[in-house]
């Protein structure tokens, strides 16, 4: 198990950016993929983007070319940079450690959950 922070959350207009922090405080960061998972009101939680210790990262096509997810395993942070943001990026995000599927957007473990930041873009 890991134990996840997450920070960075906040009100924007569309167009600025945000910046969003996780960080594992207990557990064993370097064995887990980390991921960045969003949920809308009334929506599925989907995952956004993903980084694993080393290798390609993973990102949903609605945010490819305007978020950027880094990996800084000296800080047991995953940071994701969010550029461009739309209103329609607005929900609750979560980052998560986990062992991943048959693919990257799999999960067949969890290791553990942060408690969720709200990011809200207003038009």
């Known amino acids: 198990q890991v134990q996840l922070v997450e920070s960075g959350g906040g009100l924007v207009q569309a167009g600025d950016s945000l910046r969003l922090s996780c960080t594992a405080s207990?557990?064993?960061?370097?064995?887990?993929?980390i991921g960045w998972f969003r949920q809308a009101p009334g929506k599925e939680r989907d995952l956004v983007a993903a980084a694993p210790w080393t290798g390609s990262r993973y990102y949903a096509d609605s945010v490819k070319g305007r978020f950027l997810i880094t990996r800084d395993n000296t800080k047991n942070t995953v940071y994701l940079q969010m550029n461009s943001l739309k209103p329609e990026d607005t929900a609750v995000y979560s980052c998560?450690?986990?062992?991943?599927?048959?693919?990257?957007?799999?999960?067949?473990?969890?290791?553990?959950w942060g408690q969720g930041t709200q990011v809200t873009v207003s038009s």
């Open positions: 998560a450690a986990y062992f991943p599927g048959r693919t990257i957007t799999t999960i067949s473990e969890i290791g553990g």
């Open positions: 207990e557990g064993t960061f370097s064995r887990y993929i």
